[in-house]
């Protein structure tokens, strides 16, 4: 009885320096100069965490906690080494295991203790499964969209909001007449059938550009759901892993809401692209100015301070390498060459400044919207490549713009613009940009990686130095 | 070693502060890595899923336990995998820190 005791104790003990290695670990993310630190201190807690737990008393058997173990290693190798590009979708596939995780052994625990269940235990225990279950499919959904396996478009009809709300409040019901009649074992499985259609009709209606908020809003369940799972199994680093997990994606999502001027409502219930009906209808043909690579090129050799402003359509066409021998070739010429990054550019958070960081461009290139707006002025070229919506001047001084309010990218104030793409038609969001019809703007039409290629050919072969 | 309701809601709610106040100072640059990172943090769910599967209370909860051991163990892995790719790849100009 007491060596039971003192073995307890152990784990509570390892769980303990478990849960200060992960709270460091999140410290050390805050810089890139210590962040790999993080990475290895939140390895250390995980492996002390499990091997901490083998040690439980309970646990008779280990056969199938090792074949668990192995099968998700080989599973999990091949996740971690998806090209830099896949992470979105990379992410809402891990979000959709862990909720996977946590849904399956709430399940487990519950018909375990059923119907001698005590009230607070059954009604975090439906919370768990609850938000397990609609974050497992609304990630898979989300991972589908981000694959394009599923069309990105939103998927809207009448009454959508209606069923979604009456489906959530029939899940919750069951939960509530669980907490009062544990015993009730033939009703735990609809609720968690609810659930699980919840999670795919949430997702439906959500259109590509809504991603990096959904997926920073379906991580934050998900944590919140090993959270609740904590508190079903007592388990204090569970609850501290799960908190911290939460208010990361609840943190993400506020910051993604606000760089494109909508509420978390807005964006769960109000797809996107609907309202564009009306603003496209008064287009007509605007004559736009168009250069050539040798005159982009002239321009850029010409110029002290150039600001790159990449958008997903940048990561598309696989230009970022392109994108840095432009870079390095304007370096080399004295130019200051600069990245703009608006919070939403790609699928999920920072995701663009992974894909420059892979192209080996230096992280202190890589600038914020809020610190570099100011210096748009100041700029004598900027280069957008890839991006749309977020250098719309619309969403500054057009009211009726269906973006208007969104913080953009201030491009229209450098001395001159140059944007590359394909062809005139409108940006995700199907939304006109006036930007593209400024007197000191210059189209630059075609293939984002060839185009910046022919650029860098010029001002590396022109011969003229 | 139970721990009472009271004990466990203020260490929920002590660690929600800890986690906004750590994670508000994190640079938009690492978002990206910071969500892997969370993830594989959050896969700490393994641990009840060992105990699902190891103490064998049922089969029913052997089975459930192992399938979630699978997927917790995969972005445990997968996670830590692809943070310090990402974390790798992140170069600064200037060649050294003083």
Not at chain 2, 29 to 50: E, F, K, Q, R
Not at chain 2, 62 to 75: K, R
Request: hydrophobic share 50%.
């Amino acid at each position: 009885m007491n060596e039971l005791i003192a073995n307890l104790h152990i784990i509570e003990v390892i769980y303990l320096i478990a849960s200060t290695l992960f709270i460091l670990s999140l410290k050390w993310m805050s810089s890139p100069t210590t962040a790999r630190h993080g990475v290895w201190a939140g390895e250390l807690g995980m492996l002390l965490a499990v091997c901490g737990t083998l040690l439980h008393h309970g646990i008779v058997d280990y056969k199938w906690v090792i074949v668990g173990l192995v099968l998700g290693t080989g599973i999990g190798i091949p996740l971690g080494l998806v090209q830099m590009t896949a992470v979105p979708q990379r992410t809402a596939l891990s979000h959709a295991f862990g909720a996977l995780c946590v849904t399956l052994v709430g399940t487990a625990e519950y018909y375990l203790q059923t119907p001698n269940v005590p009230r607070f235990t059954m009604g975090v225990l439906s919370a768990e499964v609850i938000l397990g279950g609609l974050t497992f499919t609304g990630s898979l959904m989300a991972a589908g969209k981000l694959q394009e396996v599923l069309p990105q478009r939103p998927l809207t009809y009448k009454g959508q909001n209606v069923v979604n709300f009456l489906l959530l409040g029939s899940a919750i019901g069951l939960a509530v007449y669980l907490v009062r009649h544990p015993g009730a074992t033939h009703l735990f499985p609809l609720m968690v059938a609810i659930a699980v259609i919840f999670g795919v009709l949430l997702i439906i209606p959500i259109g590509g550009a809504d991603m990096p908020t959904v997926i920073s809003l379906l991580n934050s369940y998900a944590g919140l759901s090993a959270a609740a799972m904590g508190f079903v199994l007592d388990n204090k680093l569970l609850i501290i892993a799960g908190a911290l997990d939460g208010s990361s994606g609840l943190i993400l999502s506020i910051i993604m809401s606000k760089a494109m001027n909508r509420s978390f409502t807005n964006v769960l219930f109000g797809a996107f692209g609907q309202d564009q009906t009306a603003a496209g209808g008064k287009q007509e043909a605007r004559p736009v100015r168009s250069a050539t690579a040798e005159e982009a090129a002239a321009i850029l050799s010409a110029a002290n301070k150039v600001v790159v402003v990449p958008g997903y359509g940048m990561a598309v066409a696989q230009a970022q390498h392109k994108v840095r021998e432009l870079y390095d070739t304007l370096t080399k010429r004295g130019v200051e060459v600069r990245f703009a990054i608006h919070p939403v550019a790609g699928r999920m958070p920072g995701h663009m400044n992974v894909l420059l960081a892979e192209a080996d461009i230096p992280y202190d290139r890589l600038i914020d919207m809020e610190e570099i707006n100011g210096d748009f002025p100041q700029t004598d070229v900027a280069l957008v490549i890839g991006a749309n919506d977020v250098t719309n001047p619309s969403a500054r001084n057009d009211p009726s713009s269906p973006i208007y309010g969104m913080p953009i990218l201030d491009v229209d104030k450098a001395h001159t613009i140059m944007v590359i793409k394909r062809g005139m038609s409108p940006g995700f969001a199907g939304i006109d940009n006036p930007l593209y019809y400024l007197d000191h703007n210059l189209m630059l039409f075609g293939d984002a990686k060839a185009f910046v290629g022919n650029i860098v050919r010029e001002l590396t072969g022109g011969g003229h130095s | 070693m139970s721990s009472n309701l009271v004990d466990l809601l203020f260490i929920f709610m002590l660690a929600c502060f800890i986690g906004f106040e750590v994670i508000r100072r994190v640079s938009p640059l690492l978002h990206t890595p910071l969500m892997s990172l969370t993830n594989a943090l959050d896969a700490i769910a393994v641990v009840g899923a060992i105990v699902m599967a190891g103490e064998h209370k049922s089969t029913f909860a052997t089975i459930l336990g192992t399938i979630a051991i699978v997927a917790a163990t995969s972005n445990i892995v997968g996670g830590f995998l692809i943070t310090d790719r990402m974390l790798k790849m992140f170069k600064s100009s200037r060649p050294a820190k003083p």
